[in-house]
């Protein structure tokens, strides 16, 4: 049975795993759903968030999640590192990018969602959120990739950190517009550029 992945246009999460289905070469019937009437996705998995992934009779939701089943389900081409300690470092990665790299853009785009956005709190979170470019230049010191070989570290992280370089401006999302606003990769993070177009041209299902 062909692989059905449910999605919504311009999601970060869905990127993840149309990443890592390209790196995979597995074939996907792609599902898009309307952002605003998601009963597709209800009906499928129980809960309204994309990506879902079905599998026959296995349905995986959350971004993570179908990363590790697809290491399971399609071995070739491995996302997570084989060594058990080197595949620790990943999960780690993939973790803290997840808890901690993602609280600032999502508590900008919660402040200026209100009606009087406190311009200093979007400014603090901002710094954070460019400190944080400094980390991933410093990982791509002697390597194309995160963390050698290209994997679910890149995947993870991609779709974020893109919009430091390219931002569609068909997407109109905020969450999206805080990323382009609040990420900023010039002269002083030229490894953190390259691996974005490296990544960028990369092949999606």
């Avoid at 998995?45 to 590790?68: F, N, R, W």
């Avoid at 893109?162 to 805080?178: G, I, K, M, Q, S």
């Amino acid at each position: 049975m062909t692989l059905r992945l449910y999605a919504i246009p311009f999601s970060t999460n869905v990127e993840r795993v149309a990443l890592a289905l390209g790196l995979k070469g597995a074939a996907v019937e792609t599902v898009l759903v309307d952002p605003d009437d998601r009963a597709p996705v209800v009906r499928v998995s129980g809960q309204p968030l994309v990506p879902v992934l079905v599998d026959d009779a296995h349905v995986v939701s959350d971004s993570t999640a179908i990363l590790e089943y697809l290491d399971r389900r399609l071995p070739d081409r491995p996302l997570y590192p084989l060594d058990r300690a080197r595949r620790a470092e990943v999960e780690i990665f993939v973790d803290w990018f997840d808890r901690v790299w993602k609280r600032p853009p999502n508590l900008i785009a919660d402040e200026l969602a209100r009606p009087t956005p406190d311009d200093a709190v979007v400014e603090r979170l901002g710094a954070e959120l460019r400190r944080h470019l400094d980390r991933f230049e410093a990982l791509l010191d002697g390597r194309d990739f995160l963390f050698g070989d290209v994997g679910a570290a890149d995947c993870a992280a991609f779709p974020f950190l893109r919009y430091a370089t390219r931002h569609d401006p068909a997407d109109d999302e905020l969450f999206h517009r805080v990323l382009a606003e609040h990420q900023s990769v010039g002269d002083s993070h030229p490894r953190l550029r390259a691996w974005i177009d490296r990544m960028d041209a990369l092949p999606r299902a």
